[in-house]
């Protein structure tokens, strides 16, 4: 089955310090993993996505398919980056999305 | 660019009654668009997904006849909510591919259905 586990409900960090979402993944063909980000009272934007390989915001996040993971990774988190991430995986033939729970991260001053 | 649209953004009807919710694309053509439910505090279900001119393909446990969806054009679709009831309510997304259904999905801001 299908399934993208994010553990943590609430990440919380001080400002500057390194951050870690972790998202693992259950797929049995090649998926294609994205980062979704929330801000407060805004709508659903994508982060990043595996296969582009960059950097957005600071934010990297490394497909690891014998540990079936995508951790997000930032290594000084800022106070704007306090939002709700998810983690996302598409069936590659549907382009359908199958979310993680999400995981709200709060930096702190 | 890549923008898309919800009207109402929120709407409070009576048990019974029936609510439309539009998702428009309005800088690109959409052939497929996603509808999403999401209760508070929790993740974005997938309910169904709609491509332009055909019927929408329902996700296992979603009622096709309570949730209609119609994508008559490639910038609009909508969700009718038919008599809705309090459990109906919730916040309805939606989202939208350009012209492959892989493309990346670009959301609207969502809809929040209150039911009395």
């Known amino acids: 089955a299908q399934r993208v586990t994010q553990p943590e409900k609430l990440l919380s960090v001080f400002k500057g310090a390194p951050v870690e979402l972790k998202c693992n993944y259950s797929y049995s063909g090649s998926p294609e993993l994205f980062w979704y980000v929330q801000y407060s009272r805004q709508r659903l934007q994508l982060l990043l996505r595996h296969i582009s390989r960059e950097s957005i915001k600071g934010f990297t996040a490394d497909l690891n398919k014998g540990e079936t993971s995508f951790h997000l990774k930032k290594p000084f988190a800022q106070e704007e980056d306090s939002a709700m991430y998810y983690c996302a995986l598409s069936s590659s033939n549907t382009g359908k999305l199958i979310f993680g729970q999400g995981t709200t991260l709060q930096v702190k001053p | 660019g890549a923008v898309v649209s919800q009207h109402p953004s929120w709407v409070i009807c009576k048990s019974g009654t029936s609510v439309k919710i539009e998702c428009r694309s309005l800088?690109?053509?959409?052939?497929?668009m996603f509808w999403y439910r999401q209760f508070p505090k929790q993740s974005l279900m997938l309910m169904a997904t709609s491509n332009e001119g055909s019927k929408a393909t329902y996700e296992q446990g979603v009622e096709k006849d309570k949730f209609l969806i119609n994508h008559a054009s490639l910038t609009l679709s909508t969700l009718t909510v038919t008599s809705a009831h309090p459990e109906d309510s919730s916040f309805y997304i939606c989202?939208?591919?350009?012209?492959?259904?892989?493309?990346?999905?670009?959301f609207g801001p969502g809809t929040r259905l209150t039911v009395l």
């Open positions: 989202s939208a591919t350009g012209t492959s259904g892989t493309d990346t999905q670009y």
């Open positions: 800088d690109f053509q959409a052939t497929t």
